[in-house]
């Protein structure tokens, strides 16, 4: 029981400085190390270089230039006035009104299309600010609006989605991507359509008390280019190319290469081995976010020239604070995972008797903890996928519907205050949790009712 309160406490602890404004950065390894402290004093040396440094610059090794990259992105779209140009479009087409449907969908589309969550967020918030301010929409909905769009239904639910949390259960089920499509599609039209219904209530109460975009307000995006008047199709053109981009990078990647390659230099002692696998993905969207930029640069020549070098700087400057923020956030769950806490905790929900809830409240529950829906599903499949499979063939239950539950299970309740994606929303938009985290929080909890939405369906109809 201690130890469980320890690791529960170190989470919390996480919970409340992340919520109070704290930085991730600094709050993670005291958390972590304070929860190492309480349960194996000795480990605390190594358990901080092995463990949480490890994990830390892990993630940073892997996705540091994505951040980068993406940020770039963001501001050459901002910089160039095709974030302008694509708000102006939308406008006339569907109405302001309409502003948090269309930045859901373009956020959906760019998720399906296998751009990183990561990514979304940078390239969508400058003309999705600019949309926001147009229709008098109060900036704080803008968080919960993204989160709508790239980290719930396009990231876990609707069948074939590339996002690593709709991957990861098909080496524990031997299912594809493809798996359960009814069942997704029936719970991405619930978490959409209650989503949708959730912030346009909000909107709509904001405006009747008289509240508009907000003023005072950090990391606006810039004003667009004088006399800018890019056709909107060109100004979507970096967009598409990006996705283009990384969908065909993903399938080409794989056959210029050797599944390891060696790496031969001669100013190596030896040749470094790189397992290619692991890299395909983030490999494909780095070329294409690089592509993607080089396009805008093309197509808005003088306008981005002008101002790039200021441009790039602070773009720099929130993706490497937006990456290490994440990167903390990974080393304090690979911490608490280690722990005998938390191995208590996995134990106990994998004793769930219905395999299909059990799997559900396990995914979610150690995603939770650890603060990342890939990683908690992980931990959790890692460690009890074999007793949900028993069980589920015993229920006569289709291992297409243990893949579907627990991807959409992933993207619940990991959103918590020191979710790695919701510290980089809240610090690319300029905001502050105490300002938008119960937007976040109210479409997670959609989200997760999504999960025993879909449960219910299959035990009522047999719907796969």
Known sequence: MIDFLIVLGALLFLMFAAYRGYSVILCAPIAAMGAVLLTEPAALAPAFSSLFMERMVGFAKLYLPVFLLGAVFGKLIELSGFSHAIVQSVMRLIGAQRAIMAIILVCALLTYGGVSLFVVVFAVYPFAAEMFRQSGIPKRLLPGTIALGAFTFTMTAIPGTPQIQNIIPTSFFGTTT????????????????????????????????????????????????????????????????????????????????????ALDLPGLAQPLNTEIDQYIAIWAVMGGLLLGSLSIVILAFRPVVKNLAEGTKSAVAGALLAAMNTAAEYGFGGVIAALPGFLLVAKTLGSIADPLVGEAVAVTALAGITGSASGGMSIALAAMSDTFISSARAADILMDVLHRVAAMASGGMDTLPHNGAVITLLAVTGLTHRQSYGDIFAITMISTLSVFFVIALYYLTGLV
Do not use: K
């Not at 346009?200 to 606006?220: F, I, K, V």
């Not at 100004?235 to 990647?253: D, F, K, M, S, Y």
């Open 178 to 261: 493809w798996a359960a499509p009814w069942l997704g599609l029936s719970g991405a039209v619930l978490t959409l359509v209650l989503g949708v219904s959730y912030l346009e209530w909000r909107r709509r109460s904001a405006a009747a008390a008289g509240e508009g975009y907000g003023t005072d307000l950090r990391n606006e995006p810039a004003a667009p280019p004088e006399h800018a008047t890019h056709h909107p199709l060109i100004a979507l053109l970096p967009l598409v190319v990006v996705g283009v981009a990384n969908l065909l990078l993903t399938r080409l990647i794989p056959t210029w290469y050797a599944p390891t390659y």
